[in-house]
Each structure stands twice: as structure tokens, then as C-alpha cells.
């Protein structure tokens, strides 16, 4: 628990994202509290093939703008996100590393696909088209560990960095172990977060398969819904001792409290709420704070008919029968899959920071299955003290982050 003198306070001194929504936080947060949707009609290669033919992509992404042609060269489009979003952060935050710290820095993010942009383009390059090569650097690009790779090169972290692809719960599982390096003293500084860019023509032809996806916008919670929409983007924050932020004089955006991961163990596919429920009431038991101290929950809220349900019967179980407003972003900035957690950990920011909760966008109609408070359409200024902010992925993998004003 937090409150164990042997464990350290953790904060977050900087954030950065491109998703959607905006190219950066300070957009993010704008298209938040207005209910912006990003979702929209989707440019590709055999678009006609394709049943499903909307998406949240990063729109009008100019990487000249941002990376040399030898970097290009290097860089998924999911790389470039991660790349772009953490340069944001560590300015924000002012981040410089004694030599010593170097050495215990680190990274861990969270991606479901890796380089999804680069397995499409080599396997349409070599089936599609006949081609006898790939680009040589193919490898590099789409292993999942690359953006972790290029982050701590870029950064000069040279401790623990690594990569956990837990679908969509990953990038909740590598910001709650970046939480729990630094609250242990094993690093005093962690670059943590997510990316993921899976629009391409095999990314959706893949999801599709799964009957999950919506020919026409995400609705969480609503009567309405069916399905899911797929975004792309990254979300990148650092994490840092309370001590040392305070010491520098380091902006403090929120504090990181608790954390909690649990396995449905159940169906590959089918949430349990009973994981959902052991995550967030895990969460709250690590930071120490009883359920009645929170003020707002960020959903996963995925928009199909199992998760909202199954999710809505955790909360009900976590908080009774009048829980905290709970919102689906989702709805706004699609589904990020491995990042989502990540960049929906921006709205969580924007309710403690700024006292507005991003609404549930698209919302019609309730069901009475899920009966929560899903802050329809419209945002919400309310005081937050503490939230919690859900991922859940397929294989029945549960994460939730407790965070508390700063």
C-alpha cells in the first residue's frame, strides 16, 4: 500500500500523445472537453474489400516534420508516435538524467500489434505483389520491442526497458510495472505508455473476422451499440519519484497511487466481471483509499455488448448501486487497442488537472443492463480527487490504475 514507508510516492511529470484527437496533450484535452469525435471514413489500399470501412486514424501525419529519411527508414508508424508523443513528455517535464540515474532508468510500454504498418506492407509487397524482397530493415520495424528501443536510445535509459503486449490491456500492464519500479526504488525515472497503429488493410480484415467491429461509430453503454471502432496513436508519460520531482521543481500532473492486474482465467474472448471486479477493488486496496474516494472512472467501455455489460456489473460490485460517473472515450478517439489504456489515461489527467470529465460521445439511448452514470455526450466540471482507469484484453487480461490529484 502506499502508505508503507518502504515504498516511495510516484508521479507524473510529463505527458505527450498523438492520437486522433490531436497531435498533442494540450489538443487532446480540448477535443475531450468538447466531445470532438474522431471517428470518420477510412483511406486505403482495397478499401472495397473491406466490410467495414471507418476507423480513428492519426490524420494528415506529416513524419517529415518530425524525422530525417534515415529515421523514417527505421520507424513504424507506431514508432513514430511513440517517438514524437515521448519527445513531448520528457519536455514537459524538464527530465535530465545524472550519469548515475542513467544506468536505472528505463522504459516499458505497451503494444498489442508491434509494427502492424510494417507485417502488412512486407506481406503485400511479397504476395501481393510479387516482390522477391523486403526492406532490410523489416525486423527492426515490426518487432513490438522497437519503440521501447528507440525511446531509450533517444533518452539515454539504460535500465530496465522492455516491451508487454497484453492486447488491450497492455499499456495499462507496462504503466502499472513502470508504477511499481519506481514506488520500489529500482528506478527513479520510468518512460511509460503505449503505441499502436494496426489501420491497415490486414489489421481490419483481421478484426473483422471476429464480428466485433461497427459499420458505423462506437456507442459504450448505450442500447444502441454494436461494436467497436479501431483508432491508432500513442500516449507516452514520465513517471518519476515524488521526492525527486519535487526537488526539481518538476511539474506534477497527477500521483500515481495504486495498481492491480488479475487473469479472468475463464474464455479467450468472453469478459468475466469477477477479473474486472478484483482489478479495480486490487487498485483501490494498493493505494490504500476505500471506493467512496472515487470521483470518476475511465471505462474501458469498448462499445460491444459483452464488455459494457460485463464491465458495468464490475463496477456495480466495486462501488454499489451508486457508483461514480463513469465515461468511455472510446467513443471519441476509437479504440487504441494495446495504447488505449494510455491515451485514455489523458482524460483521467484532464478530470484530476482540470475538473472536467470527458463524456461517453454518441450515446443514445440507456441499457438497462448497464445502469451507470456514462456522462452522456456532453463533458462534465466536476471536483475529482481520485479515478480509476480500466483496460481489459482479450484472454481475460485485467489492469487498473489508481491516480490522485496532485
Not at 215 to 235: H, I, K, M, T, W
Not at 347 to 372: F, K, M, Q, S
Request: proline letters at 6%; one cysteine or more; charged letters at 15%.
Amino acid at each position: 500500500m502506499t502508505g508503507n514507508p518502504a515504498f516511495r510516492r510516484v508521479v507524473i511529470t510529463g505527458a505527450g500523445s498523438v492520437n486522433p484527437l490531436a497531435s498533442d496533450v494540450p489538443g487532446t484535452f480540448a477535443a475531450l472537453s468538447e466531445g470532438r469525435v474522431a471517428i470518420g471514413a477510412l483511406d486505403l489500399p482495397d478499401l472495397d474489400r473491406l466490410s467495414i470501412r471507418i476507423g480513428a486514424p492519426v490524420r494528415s501525419w506529416q513524419p517529415d516534420a518530425y524525422f530525417t529519411r534515415q529515421e523514417q527508414a527505421l520507424y513504424d508508424r507506431a514508432v513514430q508516435f511513440a517517438v514524437v508523443a515521448a519527445r513531448q513528455a520528457v519536455t514537459q517535464s524538464a527530465l535530465v538524467l545524472g550519469s548515475d540515474e542513467g544506468f536505472r532508468a528505463g522504459v516499458v510500454l505497451g503494444t498489442g500489434g508491434g509494427g502492424s504498418t510494417t507485417t502488412d506492407e512486407a506481406y503485400r509487397a511479397v504476395y501481393a505483389e510479387g516482390r522477391s524482397r523486403v526492406h532490410p530493415f523489416t525486423v527492426p520495424r515490426l518487432m513490438p520491442n522497437a519503440a521501447a528501443a528507440h525511446l531509450a536510445m533517444n533518452h539515454g535509459l539504460r535500465g530496465p526497458s522492455f516491451t508487454v503486449s497484453t492486447a488491450c490491456a497492455s499499456s495499462n500492464h507496462a504503466m502499472g510495472l513502470a508504477f511499481q519500479m519506481v514506488r520500489s526504488g529500482a528506478a527513479p525515472v520510468m518512460l511509460t505508455g503505449g503505441a499502436e497503429a494496426t489501420l491497415s488493410f490486414g489489421g481490419i480484415k483481421a478484426w473483422e473476422g471476429l464480428r466485433v467491429l461497427s459499420p458505423d461509430g462506437c456507442r459504450p453503454f448505450c442500447a444502441s451499440r454494436n461494436g467497436l471502432v479501431q483508432g491508432e496513436g500513442a500516449a507516452i508519460f514520465v513517471f518519476e519519484e515524488r521526492d525527486r520531482a519535487v526537488g526539481r521543481g518538476a511539474p506534477i500532473l497527477a500521483e500515481v497511487v495504486g495498481f492491480a492486474m488479475t487473469s479472468d482465467a475463464a474464455d479467450i474472448v468472453l469478459p468475466d466481471p469477477e477479473g474486472a471486479r478484483r482489478a479495480m477493488a486490487g487498485a483501490l486496496v494498493d493505494a490504500g483509499l476505500p471506493p467512496d474516494t472515487v470521483g470518476y472512472v475511465n471505462a474501458h467501455g469498448t462499445g460491444t455488448t459483452a464488455n459494457d455489460r460485463s464491465e458495468s456489473l464490475a463496477i456495480r460490485a466495486v462501488f454499489g448501486p451508486n457508483p461514480p460517473p463513469v465515461s468511455a472515450t472510446k467513443s471519441m478517439h476509437g479504440h487504441l487497442l494495446g495504447a488505449a489504456g494510455a491515451v485514455e489515461l489523458l482524460a483521467v489527467l484532464l478530470a484530476l488537472g482540470e475538473g472536467v470529465i470527458a463524456p461517453t460521445a454518441g450515446w443514445r439511448a440507456p441499457d438497462p443492463e448497464c445502469g451507470l452514470d456514462v456522462v452522456p455526450n456532453v463533458a462534465r466540471r466536476v471536483g475529482v480527487e481520485v479515478a480509476l482507469s480500466n483496460a481489459f484484453g482479450f484472454g481475460g487480461m485485467n489492469a487498473c490504475l489508481a491516480l490522485r490529484k496532485a
